[in-house]
């Protein structure tokens, strides 16, 4: 797999690297034990505008990322030390910026849980260089998303969410939201009133089609739900729509 991979950054290697979207260097934290794709996909992203840092021991890993607060982490889910998933449940707490999970399994259990635990995205091994920086961007883009109403700030009865500090509130109280999940509630509120398709919202977020199979939204709507004190079960707040998608009620 590395073989195949290292040709791919080689042939990269020889073209013109992609602009960045980003005046500013993003710094992004690589947790990967593989040593050699590690230092290849620094290579590749330093030649596109990142600044890159790497960390191979697990058990290291919530130090690095809690202490670099790197804008965006990059996590391999198998780890010496501890694993992924517990890293990612662990910075949870302190770390705001977004986690894309890799994982050399195609288990969609493996997804499921990464977003659980507050993962924004994930990517199968081996991924295409151009695959991971197109995705990356796409994480660190989203920040800057107005609403298409042009608003910064909502407000729905006990709820408010802004999106200049990506922050939101129920009943006074900062409601704890990973990125990803933010991104997902900004975007069904500033859409109040109508019924997104699952690949309205697939496309919006992630910037590749839906594939009719991928979990993710469903997963990430269930742990919405509550944090801003919807029924898990009769909903009233953010609604699902049989055979179509989600709609976000103005008034419940």
Known sequence: MVDDLEKRFEELGNEEPVAPDFPDQDHVLIIEDDKRLAELTRDYLEANGFQVSLEADGAKGVERILTLQPDLVVLDLML??????SICRRVRPNFSGPIMMMTARTDDLDQVLGLEMGADDYVSKPVQPRVLLA?????????DQP?????VRLRFENLEIDNATREAWLSGERI????AEFDLLW???????HV????????????????????????????????????PHQPHRIKTV??????FVKDS
């Open 80 to 85: 010496p030390g501890e694993d992924g998933l």
């Open 135 to 143: 995705r990356m961007r796409a994480l660190l883009r989203r920040a």
């Open 147 to 151: 609403s298409p109403t042009g608003e």
């Open 176 to 179: 704890d939201l990973t990125s």
């Open 187 to 193: 975007l069904l509120a500033s859409n109040a009133g």
């Open 196 to 231: 997104l398709t699952r690949e309205e919202i697939f496309t919006e977020l992630r910037g590749i089609k839906y594939d009719g199979q991928d979990r993710s939204i469903d997963v990430r709507v269930s742990r919405i739900r509550p944090k801003i004190g919807d029924d």
């Open 242 to 247: 049989r055979s179509k998608g989600y709609l």
